[in-house]
């Protein structure tokens, strides 16, 4: 079971990402000992350490190696299973043996020979052909060779077909032409400028350029019209239709990019992430992010010029390109930035980022664990900053007033603990001393009663107290305070909702927090909580003034008959219309005919 494993163990499997991915082993001496792709990554390692799988030998062996996890975030299950495959070959780790059969994934192959072959292969030879690839699956890879199949009428057969051949006539056209699938090149038929004219659109289509080749269609597609050449124009035009159809890229890596470093950032006020990824042929074999804690207010540019240098050095790395996504400011001889704008090395940056983010979320996860309380004094702490106060904000309460033209009028009060709500410690009040609609008087008798009965009952004050309203209410509610001699010993702020305004006492101007801060949200969070609390209890205030309307006006029928009958009868207006016999069989005489006798009386 998990819990039978080191404390630092238990921890990664708790903390990665529910997001698809690869997943690496490290043994004792930092060896990659396995390597494995999920869909869920959380689900998937998590897995390897549950009881039922102890029974299991090779697995029993890997799980009792297991001493690091890490992993890669990816965009989709193709693209973790594309990663395995490089990261088994880099690294041949000892526990993937059924891997170990070097199995390829599937390219298309452009044959290097007059005429060239389209075709696919698991089997990529190096020298004297083009390779377009790794595809994920067959069927992906299917779906490209069917669409170029439609689009082109090319040779299929493995003939000889140089120049000299074809002119000695030593060829003649199979079944393939005469059903229209080939132009027969093999008996002169058609040209070589026509078929690489073919080739060069089939190449547009496995490099992923369809929005090139669809202009180069379409502009063809009018030239041909232009000269009335209707019945070239439509054949054109067949082709651009099914290349709109063919919506998704199909090329899953791109191997033009050959060996390429790809950096990201990320940073904050006391730290900076910078993610590298080595990307070989189009395929990821190595990732790694590096913390660097700030010493002084290095910029973003800084560090990761001083990240480049660190880990070009510490993984040897000589890629004379280099993918970032701000220009780090520094020169290496024969070396390339790129900034991205699209396409695939965007996509490689945009996956960078989205492990740098994925490493600092889970970093912040694996100190909730450690420590649950580091993140709750990291929130406070920034709230004390925010809100300009000498102590932490453990304590808080938040004040807002409900009441509808006057009537009902009560206020309600939330309580914050270390920045989480504490509902065993929420209050309502009832306005005892206002009549009509008075915020300012409410509050002021409200933040008046509260505190006055904490002094006297000894209870501890808070340190924040969180007023809904503007300089009206804040006003309101310090003069409160003055009178409790409180004033000056507990920081009040009050907040505007329409521009989210924070006031304190005696500043004619508000400040504003940024609307992305932790503080803010906490201050939001307690607002709408007392709305909705206040709002709850108005609510049933108001529903209570109407059932007691008339029911319980009648003298010598109590708060139990009355909701004996609305229970029965369900409403004032059906209990109006019963006759004395139905009124008796449920109450008894007695008070069934001071019932009657009261809605008889009082209708006559």
């Known amino acids: 079971m998990l819990s039978d494993f080191p404390e630092h163990i238990q921890t990664q499997v708790k903390t990665l990402p529910e997001e698809p991915g690869v997943y690496q082993f490290f043994d004792r001496e930092g060896k990659i000992i396995y390597v494995g792709k999920a869909k869920v990554l959380k689900n998937r390692v998590s897995s390897y350490f549950a009881l039922d799988h102890s029974a299991w030998g090779k697995t029993r062996m890997l799980v009792k190696n297991i001493c690091d996890i890490r992993y890669i975030v990816v965009n989709t299950e193709l693209e973790a299973l594309l990663l395995e495959n490089s990261l088994i070959k880099k690294y041949q780790p000892k526990y993937n043996i059924s891997l170990k059969d070097d199995k390829t994934y599937p390219h298309i192959v452009v044959k290097n020979e007059p005429f060239p072959r389209v075709f696919a292969s698991r089997q990529p030879e190096e020298h004297s052909t083009e390779y377009y690839g790794p595809f994920a699956s067959a069927g992906a890879m299917h779906n490209v060779l069917a669409l170029i199949k439609q689009l082109f009428k090319l040779r299929s057969c493995n003939l000889n077909l140089t120049e000299e051949n074809i002119s000695k006539g030593k060829f003649s056209y199979c079944l393939e032409y005469q059903i229209g699938n080939c132009k027969a090149p093999c008996v002169g038929k ?42 070239s124009a439509q054949e054109i035009k067949q082709k651009y239709d099914l290349l709109e159809k063919f919506q998704s890229k199909s090329v899953v890596v791109n191997r033009d990019i050959k060996d390429t470093d790809v950096y990201s950032i990320e940073s904050d006020e006391d730290f900076a992430y910078i993610n590298y990824m080595k990307v070989m042929d189009g395929a990821i074999i190595q990732a790694y992010t590096l913390e660097m804690k700030k010493k002084l207010e290095e910029t973003d540019a800084e560090l990761l010029a001083l990240a480049i240098t660190e880990l070009r050095e510490k993984y040897r790395s000589r890629s004379k390109e280099i993918i970032v996504p701000i220009d780090p400011e520094i020169e290496i001889p024969q070396v390339k930035f790129v900034i991205p704008k699209l396409g695939d090395k965007k996509k490689l940056l945009e996956l960078s980022q989205t492990n740098t983010k994925f490493y600092i979320k889970d970093k912040l996860k694996q100190l909730l664990v450690k420590d649950p309380e580091r993140h709750t004094k990291r929130i406070l702490e920034q709230m004390m900053k925010d809100l300009r106060m000498n102590v932490l904000p453990q304590h808080i309460e938040c004040f807002d007033n409900s009441n509808f033209q006057g009537a009902f009028p009560v206020s309600a009060m939330v309580c914050f603990k270390d920045a989480k709500p504490s509902k065993k410690d929420y209050r309502h009040y009832n306005i005892k ?28 004050l808070p340190q924040l107290i969180v007023i809904d309203g503007g300089k009206g209410q804040l006003g309101a509610a310090l003069k409160s305070l003055e009178l409790l001699g409180l004033r000056g010993k507990i920081t009040v702020i009050g907040i505007a909702k329409k521009l989210e305004e924070i006031f304190y006492p005696g500043d004619t101007l508000p400040m504003y927090i940024d609307k992305r801060s932790e503080t803010l949200k906490v201050i939001q969070h307690m607002r709408n909580e007392a709305h909705r609390f206040g709002i709850t209890h108005y609510r049933s205030r108001h529903e209570k003034s109407l059932i007691k309307s008339e029911l319980d006006d009648i003298k010598g029928i ?5 909701k004996q009958l609305l229970k029965k009868f369900g409403s004032v207006k059906k209990i109006k219309t019963l006759n004395l016999e139905t009124l008796t069989a449920e109450l008894g005489r007695s008070k069934a005919q001071i019932i009657h006798r009261f809605y008889h009386e009082k209708n006559t």
Do not use: C
């Open 190 to 231: 058609q040209s070589f400028e026509d078929y690489e004219e073919s080739m060069t659109q089939i190449r547009q289509i496995l490099k992923g350029n369809l929005n090139e080749l669809n202009i180069f269609l379409r502009n063809k597609m009018n030239e041909y019209a232009a000269k009335y050449d209707f019945e």
């Open 433 to 460: 001393t206002v009549s009509g609609p008075n915020d300012f008087a409410s509050m002021e008798e409200v933040i008046y009663r509260r505190y006055k009965r904490l002094q006297e009952e000894g209870e501890d």
């Open 558 to 562: 109590g708060p139990h008959t009355v």
